[in-house]
């Protein structure tokens, strides 16, 4: 039971790394967050995902400008709902090797020392590291950690995400692409559930707006505001 729990954990700090660091933070640049506390996320991300921050972000802003259009990187409506929820991760591989997609689009991410020496050129180290510390940590049972580890996110984040969010859902807005609100409590998936919130106000680092709706990832921003650690886009 504990190795189930600590597993639990582990995969819900990387989504929440992902909507925090990744997509509020770094694409939109709704939230700024406190050096030390961005970079951990950073560094854990290269743990868990070996997802390079300038290649997320670039992809992520090309899905933005061509939501639901010929050029949207990981759309349903273009690639069918089959795929995009079972090979999300193989559509976002595709688009990353566009490198120059990737250069124009992910301007403002990290280009320090260790994101060109390490993060960037050795994405894959990190995950190997993990498999290592999963090993230690859980025995033989660390293999089935480490492997579930390595699927949340690209089924979760870009399956569910990408796929069943512009296919299946309610609509607080009338967006020209067809995104959705998977369900109005977005604990799950670090509030990336209300998806049509977030595409019809996409630099708001809120993706809930009824009063009704429950954005965890939110959560997480208030507390790190509250106490000194994250800032609002003014």
Not at 36 to 60: K, N
Not at 119 to 138: E, T, V
Not at 224 to 231: E, M, P, Q, R
């Amino acid at each position: 039971m504990s190795t189930i729990i600590a597993t639990l954990v582990m995969v819900q700090i990387t989504i929440a790394c992902v909507t925090l660091y990744l997509h509020r933070s770094q694409a939109h640049r709704g939230v700024t967050f406190h050096p030390v506390v961005a970079h951990a996320m950073r560094f854990w991300l290269w743990l868990t995902t070996g997802m390079v921050t300038s290649e997320w972000v670039a992809i992520h802003r090309r899905h933005h400008q061509k939501s639901d259009q010929p050029g949207d990187p990981h759309s349903p409506q273009i690639y069918g709902i089959w795929t995009v929820l079972f090979k999300g991760a193989f559509l976002y591989k595709q688009a990353a090797r566009d490198r120059e997609l990737v250069a124009q689009l992910s301007t403002g991410t990290p280009d320090d020392w260790i994101e060109r020496h390490l993060y960037r050129p050795h994405s894959a180290l990190g995950i190997l590291l993990m498999l290592i510390i999963d090993l230690l940590l859980f025995g033989l049972w660390g293999w089935l950690v480490w492997g579930i580890q390595m699927i949340w996110v690209p089924f979760w984040a870009a399956g569910v995400i990408n796929g069943v969010s512009h296919w299946w859902g309610y609509r607080n807005t009338d967006t020209k692409d067809t995104s959705r609100n998977l369900w109005p409590w977005a604990v799950w998936i670090g509030g990336e559930e209300l998806h049509n919130n977030h595409h019809a106000d996409g630099a708001n680092a809120r993706f809930s707006q009824r009063w009704w709706e429950f954005d965890i990832g939110w959560f997480y921003i208030t507390v790190l505001k509250t106490v000194g650690l994250a800032k609002l886009r003014t």
